[in-house]
């Protein structure tokens, strides 16, 4: 079962567009939605869900007040600046602990002289199983606010797999999230190739750059897709110039087409409601993506 993980190096260029048109052209593949903190593939796809299952991610700190004295140690050796004092309603004082900006390093409890603090699993999202149209999804929604998305993506990424190999799928597709962090990095981890997909722009190639960076760094194949590649036909040469250079394999290009931004604000996969150039387009950056995988 080959992993394919689609990934941009910023938000904007199309990625999302490209992932759900992949799903709906591959056939036996498990789709994963790894953008956990802004996940919008589903809005495409239009999931069905089988099971819900609950995501807990870093510690927080609880301050008992029958135990705590006020004597003030925590807060000062607290570098996230997590706890104050407050007023507790005997009038003495007692520590307070701020679940936003509590990191759960455990600092607080270390020092307390009445081992006042206990801790506790944040409840920091969801993450879903669900069929569609195209196979079965995979995908989460993170928790505004909270942290470790990367673990998140790690969760979503298992279970994709498992599901590949329990129906005994081809493909793990991956629409993985923008830039080049944490979340990225789990996203593709161990995959058998990167999509970038990127943009003709001053940012889109610097962005893309980081990616292909990343990506050499762990020694993943990667491929190119240049997306809006009518808005800058120099930048595009560009891109498709810098691809040659570093041995990116150029899987194509897609035009500008005010189709393809009608058809995202519809809610619509591109090949299921066009058969156009775009869509051939599509189809055979698929096909030389299965052809690259399958070396």
């Given at each position: 079962?080959?992993?394919?993980?689609?990934?941009?190096?910023?938000?904007?260029?199309?990625?999302?567009?490209?992932?759900?048109?992949?799903?709906?052209?591959?056939?036996?593949?498990?789709?994963?939605?790894?953008?956990?903190?802004?996940?919008?593939?589903?809005?495409?796809?239009?999931?069905?869900?089988?099971?819900?299952?609950?995501?807990?991610?870093?510690?927080?700190?609880?301050?008992?007040?029958?135990?705590?004295?006020?004597?003030?140690?925590?807060?000062?050796?607290?570098?996230?600046?997590?706890?104050?004092?407050?007023?507790?309603?005997?009038?003495?004082?007692?520590?307070?602990?701020?679940?936003?900006?509590?990191?759960?390093?455990?600092?607080?409890?270390?020092?307390?002289?009445?081992?006042?603090?206990?801790?506790?699993k944040s409840d920091s999202g969801r993450w879903f199983t669900a069929e569609t149209s195209y196979g079965p999804?995979?995908?989460?929604?993170?928790?505004?606010?909270?942290?470790?998305?990367?673990?998140?993506?790690?969760?979503?990424?298992?279970?994709a797999r498992e599901t590949g190999e329990e129906q005994n799928r081809e493909y793990v597709l991956i629409d993985?999230?923008?830039?080049?962090?944490?979340?990225?990095?789990?996203?593709?981890?161990?995959?058998?190739?990167?999509?970038?997909?990127?943009?003709?722009?001053?940012?889109?190639?610097?962005?893309?750059?980081?990616?292909?960076?990343?990506?050499?760094?762990?020694?993943?194949?990667?491929?190119?897709?240049?997306?809006?590649?009518?808005?800058?036909?120099?930048?595009?040469?560009?891109?498709?110039?810098?691809?040659?250079?570093?041995?990116?394999?150029?899987?194509?290009?897609?035009?500008?087409?005010?189709?393809?931004?009608?058809?995202?604000?519809?809610?619509?996969?591109?090949?299921?409601?066009?058969?156009?150039?775009?869509?051939?387009?599509?189809?055979?950056?698929?096909?030389?993506?299965?052809?690259?995988?399958?070396?």
């Open positions: 079962m080959k992993q394919i993980v689609i990934l941009s190096g910023k938000g904007g260029t199309g990625k999302t567009f490209v992932s759900a048109s992949l799903a709906c052209i591959a056939e036996q593949c498990v789709i994963a939605d790894c953008d956990v903190d802004a996940a919008n593939l589903h809005l495409l796809l239009h999931p069905e869900l089988t099971a819900t299952y609950k995501f807990t991610g870093g510690r927080i700190a609880k301050v008992s007040s029958d135990q705590c004295t006020g004597c003030g140690l925590c807060v000062e050796s607290c570098r996230f600046d997590a706890l104050d004092m407050t007023q507790n309603p005997s009038g003495g004082k007692i520590a307070r602990v701020d679940a936003i900006a509590c990191e759960g390093c455990g600092v607080c409890g270390l020092v307390c002289p009445e081992k006042a603090f206990t801790f506790h999804m995979v995908h989460a929604h993170l928790f505004a606010g909270e942290e470790n998305s990367g673990k998140l993506v790690q969760e979503v990424r298992t279970k993985g999230p923008p830039g080049t962090g944490c979340a990225v990095m789990s996203a593709m981890t161990g995959v058998d190739l990167v999509v970038l997909t990127t943009e003709p722009t001053l940012a889109g190639i610097h962005d893309a750059k980081r990616v292909v960076q990343l990506a050499s760094h762990f020694h993943i194949p990667v491929g190119m897709i240049v997306n809006k590649s009518t808005i800058n036909k120099e930048k595009t040469a560009e891109l498709k110039k810098y691809a040659e250079d570093q041995n990116i394999q150029y899987l194509g290009e897609i035009p500008y087409e005010k189709k393809v931004v009608d058809s995202v604000a519809d809610l619509q996969p591109y090949v299921c409601v066009h058969d156009d150039d775009v869509s051939q387009r599509l189809r055979d950056i698929w096909q030389r993506i299965s052809e690259v995988v399958s070396h």
